[in-house]
């Protein structure tokens, strides 16, 4: 466990351990859960690489294999004082810009509902 205060800066460092100098990460997903086994109720900080907490921000790296961001510790309400996070990265052959890792934010459209 990494112990923090409501509303400090929660920072944090993902790596990938590999020989090739040429792959990449990239941070697609991240989720928080009042609980580690359960995230079908859970708080989006990225969802499909889109920033969705305000309080999300990144970090210069000067490696392709390590990702570093943060953003503001929170508590669910009525809840445990724990958050879990789930985070899911993509690996990607660098320079290579048809990879998931340089298409940035996918948006999906809804939609529309038939009468």
Not at 38 to 49: D, E, L, M, Q
Not at 81 to 108: K, M, T
């Amino acid at each position: 466990p990494y112990y923090v205060g409501i509303n400090q800066n929660l920072f944090l460092e993902a790596s990938l351990h590999s020989s090739d100098p040429l792959l990449e990460l990239f941070l697609d997903t991240c989720v928080a859960s009042p609980t580690g086994h359960n995230f079908t109720r859970s708080y989006a900080i990225i969802k499909n690489g889109c920033v969705k907490d305000p309080t999300y921000a990144t970090y210069y790296s000067p490696y392709r294999h390590i990702l570093r961001f943060r953003f503001n510790a929170f508590q669910f309400i009525r809840s445990t004082p724990e958050v879990y996070l789930q985070c899911e990265l993509v690996v990607c052959r660098a320079f290579d810009y048809s990879s998931r890792c340089h298409q940035g934010c996918l948006q999906r459209s809804k939609r529309e509902a038939s009468s």
